[in-house]
């Protein structure tokens, strides 16, 4: 499954989970994925998630990777600061930011069942 389409899924799970709600923020937020041969961004505020050609730089947080660490990250099976750490991911952008994505994508992760 392409990079597009993972984040297509996320934008569509953010808009439903209404618990996260509270913790968008009132101003879009710009997130950018960059790996080899995609570069999708996209806003999201309590306004709405949608995908952005227009963006502010201030408020711009760039992730740049592997198509395998973009998709590990949407898919929920790594966390964002572990693949900072191992060095899969590179983000740029204020600490204030990746903190608020990283806690988006923790609540935001698809459920698994075990069987």
Excluded: W
């Amino acid at each position: 499954m392409g990079i597009y389409s993972l984040i297509q899924q996320f934008i569509e799970r953010i808009q439903t989970l209404h618990h996260l709600l509270p913790l968008l923020p009132e101003e879009h937020v710009y997130i950018q994925f960059e790996c080899e041969n995609e570069n999708v961004i996209f806003a999201i505020s309590k306004n709405g998630t949608e995908e952005e050609k227009n963006v502010d730089e201030k408020r711009l947080l760039t992730i740049r990777g592997s198509e395998e660490a973009i998709q590990a990250l949407l898919t929920g099976e790594l966390k964002l600061q572990q693949q900072m750490r191992l060095k899969e991911l590179s983000v740029v952008g204020s600490f204030r930011h990746i903190l608020l994505l990283e806690s988006i994508f923790h609540l935001a992760k698809p459920y698994r069942f075990v069987r």
